[in-house]
């Protein structure tokens, strides 16, 4: 991506693909750090996080924020007091009209219309819509501030008999007084513009350099990229500007396809290149909301993938899997310090504790970076919390006992139902049909059976079909099954090859230390007051 980057014609946009946690954000801050960097490093860097910008706004303020964000950023690396950071700053302003208070819906002309009672008006229907929000103009006592609240525009075909209105006098009243109010208080537009930064003139009305700034998007995309020409005629040296865009999944998916629309027509410029961390599940999921489709709708799905071929470039699917997964394991065990030296000093022992640790956690992580930092800080906390509270009565713990337990852990997170069933029950090499229909879990259909049997290239009989209608009955799916099918019976070898007791014997002690990070009601319950 870094070798792409720097070959590619721009303006050039895009994509990550990939689940929460599979290492997106982490991927970019990588690119930032080689491409961004340093002083000599061929690009300026401007990161934003969608997800920080949304909170506690609507749309429309997200929207203003970024855009805002991006200025600001994109301040700091042009001289002090550019006319042209200015103007685009005003320009944010007026094409969003965050300068204004409430809009001004009525002028003199809609209340003369109301007052004449001229259903004819488009102006008069406009004002009174303002006024009254039911569309039929039943309700009529409201103040300005409610009937903002309330606007429901009334369509231009759509008849009224403003005759049936009661307290007419008072709903003119009520618009007149909004439209007095809404008009512009310098005074107060000044202290508005001192905090966005907007310079205004002497009457509260946008302007830099003395003249008043007025425009649409397609001249707010021409002032940014005039700014951007600006920053890089300074700094020759550099390409251009690299845009990381993340948690745009985080945002409802509506307003991550109207971030995405929006910075595709003002930051996709010359010598720019946008990377998003986005899905293309997250588009469709946008673009059904706002098209007004149905879940099940029949639209095919070309019409969604041309939509974001229009946006998007470039999509570069995060790997599933990595070849150095392993070594990062293996480096967070290190880092919260489960293995002890001495159980490191043999390398082949070694090698097999990591292996088999790698196959426990992936089995319940599905290589999520995310999940495996969440499930080796599980059981960082348990084993702190076995040598320190319960000193008295520790569970003394040897290297394979540690591997089991990141197994169990990972169950905890992975399938808390099985996890109960064993916790309960951890002799599970012994369930049969019998434990099955006390536990009354369904049947697996013939299909069901032979589809799992082919992927663990064996028969589900005994404790694996026990698994597999524990799966069944929680409706994972046949993919998450077979992980817990391969999770168990990687606990099975490592309890014969490695010990001497039963799986009760070493299990139950271990899913006893997990229940530190899943305390059941039940449990709870009989605890004594002096223990919580």
Not at 33 to 41: F, G, N, S, T, V
Not at 190 to 213: C, H, M, W
Not at 489 to 513: I, Q
């Amino acid at each position: 991506l870094i070798y792409f980057v720097q070959l590619t014609d721009t303006p050039f946009a895009i994509s990550l693909q990939g689940s929460s946690g599979s290492g997106r954000t982490s991927l970019m801050t990588a690119m930032r750090h080689h491409l961004c960097a340093k002083e000599d490093d061929p690009y300026f860097g401007v990161w934003l996080s969608a997800w920080q910008f949304a909170l506690l706004k609507d749309s429309s303020q997200t929207q203003i924020g970024i855009l805002q964000g991006i200025v600001n950023q994109l301040a700091s690396l042009t001289k002090a007091n550019s006319s042209q950071v200015a103007r685009c700053r005003a320009l944010i302003s007026s094409v969003f009209a965050v300068n204004q208070n409430e809009p001004q819906l009525a002028t003199t002309a809609n209340v003369e219309a109301l007052k004449n009672k001229e259903p004819e008006s488009a102006h008069n229907k406009a004002a009174a819509s303002a006024a009254i929000p039911d569309a039929d103009l039943k309700a009529v006592e409201l103040n300005w501030s409610q009937a903002h609240d309330h606007h429901q525009p009334i369509a231009d075909d759509e008849p009224i008999n403003l005759d049936n209105v009661p307290n007419w006098d008072a709903v003119v009243a009520a618009v007149e007084n909004g439209a007095n109010s809404a008009a512009i208080n310098p005074d107060r537009e000044k202290e508005r513009a001192a905090t966005l930064q907007v310079p205004v003139n002497d009457q509260g009305t946008i302007a830099v350099d003395g003249s008043e700034v007025h425009g649409d998007i397609t001249q707010l995309r021409a002032e940014l990229s005039a700014l951007v020409e600006e920053i890089l005629s300074y700094t020759p040296q550099k390409r251009g500007l690299l845009f990381f865009l993340d948690d745009f999944d985080l945002l409802s998916s509506e307003l991550a396809v109207d971030l995405l629309v929006l910075l595709k027509n003002l930051v996709a410029l010359p010598h720019c290149v946008l990377m998003v961390a986005i899905n293309y599940d997250t588009v469709v999921r946008g673009l059904v909301k706002k098209w007004g489709l149905s879940t099940d709708h029949a639209l095919p799905e070309r019409y969604f993938r041309s939509f974001f071929d229009r946006l998007v470039q470039l999509s570069f699917k995060m790997p599933r899997y990595s070849a150095g997964i392993r070594d990062f394991i293996a480096h967070m065990a290190n880092e919260i310090g489960i293995f002890s030296e001495e159980e490191l000093m043999d390398n082949e022992m070694a090698q097999k504790l990591y292996a088999t640790l790698e196959v426990c956690v992936a089995a319940t992580t599905d290589h999520n970076v995310r999940k495996i930092k969440n499930l080796l800080n599980a059981m960082s906390l348990i084993l702190i919390t076995n040598e320190m509270q319960y000193a008295t009565e520790q569970v003394n713990l040897n290297a394979w006992d540690k591997v089991l337990l990141a197994a169990v852990v990972g169950l905890q997170f992975n399938c808390p139902a099985l996890f109960n069933l064993m916790a309960n029950h951890p002799d599970f090499l012994h369930w049969d049909e019998e434990f099955a229909a006390k536990e009354y879990l369904p049947q697996l259909n013939a299909k069901t059976r032979e589809v799992l049997s082919r992927q663990i290239n064996g028969e589900l009989n005994g404790w694996k079909e026990v698994v597999a209608r524990v799966a069944l009955s929680h409706n994972l799916p046949v993919g998450q099954s077979c992980q817990l099918l391969s999770l168990l019976d990687t606990l099975a070898r490592t309890l014969v090859e490695h010990y001497r007791f039963g799986a009760a014997e070493v299990l139950g002690p271990l899913f006893a230390m997990a229940q530190l990070t899943h305390v059941k009601g039940a449990a709870l319950q009989d605890m004594p007051l002096s223990s919580l």
